[in-house]
């Protein structure tokens, strides 16, 4: 996954939604991110990635929040924030993927250029914009399949 979008991490704003204990926000900011946002539900994960945070080093550049990624995307968009990349990687087999594109559209998070990566299980439904966003590549890995979004190109 770092692969296909390294040239776009340095400098980079970034969202990791459903984060876990940070493993993708982490990577991005070991790659030179300017700035990683994170959004864990869970107290117990969420106490991790906070400690993740502070032992790796990156608490300058790093804002962890304990909140529902749903809800706190609406009030990213209502403050204008912006991201270069944003990490969709729900738990496996709840097919959030298609209601976080659609939040982060209607809430005008991510820059023109920017990318939302996506983590599927292979039982799951490949989510395939109409509106704002397009599947631009679709990349499998054993039970994990990706997914990358961009802004569609007005013709």
Known sequence: ???IISHKIYGARVLDMF???GSLGLECASRGAREVVFLEKFRETYDILVENIEILGFKEISSAYHRDSYEFIKSLGSKGEKFDIIFVDPPYLNNMVEESVLLIGENDLLTENGVIVSKYDH???IYRPTEKYELVDERKYGKTILGFYQLKIEE
Do not use: A, L
Request: zero cysteines; aromatic letters at 12%; charged letters at 20%.
């Open 1 to 3: 996954m770092f692969n």
């Open 19 to 21: 984060s876990g204990t």
């Open 123 to 125: 039982d799951e439904p």
